[in-house]
């Protein structure tokens, strides 16, 4: 139970206009947008990444990787691809359409 007599010393020690405008602000901040962390910068892509680059689904990445036609590092038991990697491979596998066949 609270001490009513606690408590009203508390309101007395406090500009009720402080308190006001510094509630005010608390409710600001609990409604601001919050910003998005920025992407972590390791130089290498993760599987989702590469996918989403190719505009391919991430079993169709996993085909690429296992087959070693995009190279990649292990870690552990995940793949991690380097940038330059997906654009050797786009940039090979566009050679191989011929240009007839192209969009």
């Known amino acids: 139970m609270v001490d009513e007599k606690k408590l009203q010393a508390l309101r007395d020690?406090?500009?009720?206009?402080?308190?006001?405008?510094w509630m005010d602000e608390v409710e600001a901040f609990r409604?601001?947008?919050?910003?998005?962390?920025?992407?972590?910068?390791?130089?290498?892509?993760?599987?989702?990444?590469?996918?989403?680059?190719?505009?391919?689904?991430?079993?169709?990445?996993?085909?690429?990787?296992h087959s070693n036609q995009i190279r990649n590092i292990r870690v552990g038991r995940n793949f991690r691809v380097p940038p330059d990697a997906v654009d050797e491979w786009v940039l090979q596998e566009s050679s191989r359409i011929p240009p007839w066949q192209r969009r």
């Open 31 to 65: 409604h601001a947008p919050r910003e998005t962390p920025p992407p972590r910068e390791t130089g290498l892509l993760t599987t989702a990444e590469v996918a989403e680059r190719l505009n391919v689904s991430r079993e169709r990445v996993y085909e690429l990787l």
């Open 13 to 21: 020690q406090f500009d009720p206009e402080v308190v006001a405008a």
